[in-house]
Every structure is written in structure tokens, then in C-alpha cells.
Nanobody, 115 residues
């Protein structure tokens, strides 16, 4: 079993920055992909960014150039640096780890961007 714990959410003004962290623990196999998803009020959960164990990255178009995903494999931690935040970035951000089509989720951290 894998446990994921997110941190770093909070309230920030538009144009500001936040850095989210997600620490994974438990039985973690190499070759996994870690990702950040978000869910805005009344909307479906959507992919924000993903990173493989080899550090290949993938971003949703709406965050390209503003957000950066990174990971520290030695610490089993993934980060999301969020810059130039917009009110529409508001939502609960969830950490995800996927390995051989098995998915684990964190409980989420709330990000609120005020205008």
C-alpha cells in the first residue's frame, strides 16, 4: 500500500506563487509516474501535470509556462511550483501515484487564489 500526503496549499493573491509537496510512503516500486490533479468546485478532477521516474514531464495546456513539476526519487516526493496564479486555479489539488495501472491518491490540499 502507498500513502500520499500533500502539503503547501493555502490562500494567495492572483499573480502570486505557491509550492505544493507530496510525500509518498509505503511500498513504492520504481518506474512509477507521479502527478498532480485538481478539482474546482462543481467541476471534474483534471490532470495538471505528471512526471515519470525518469523525469519526463507532461503539462495541461492551462498551466504551461506557469507551473513546474519536479520530483526527488530519493525522498519519494513530488513538487508542484505554481507561479502567476489565477483565480481559476482555485481548487483542491490531489497527488497521484500510478504504477502498472494501479493508482493511489492523496487526500488533497486546498489552493485558493483571490482576485
Amino acid at each position: 500500500q502507498v500513502q500520499l500526503v500533500e502539503s503547501g496549499g493555502g490562500l494567495v493573491q492572483a499573480g502570486g506563487s505557491l509550492r505544493l509537496s507530496c510525500a509518498a510512503s509505503g511500498t513504492i516500486f520504481s518506474g512509477n509516474t507521479m502527478a498532480w490533479y485538481r478539482q474546482a468546485p462543481g467541476k471534474q478532477r483534471e490532470l495538471v501535470a505528471a512526471i515519470t521516474s525518469g523525469s519526463s514531464t507532461n503539462y495541461a495546456d492551462f498551466v504551461k509556462g506557469r507551473f513546474t513539476i519536479s520530483r526527488d526519487n530519493a525522498k519519494n516526493t513530488v513538487y508542484l511550483q505554481m507561479n502567476s496564479l489565477k483565480p481559476e486555479d482555485t481548487g483542491v489539488y490531489y497527488c497521484n501515484l500510478e504504477w502498472l495501472n494501479i493508482r493511489f491518491w492523496g487526500k488533497g490540499t486546498l489552493v485558493t487564489v483571490s482576485s
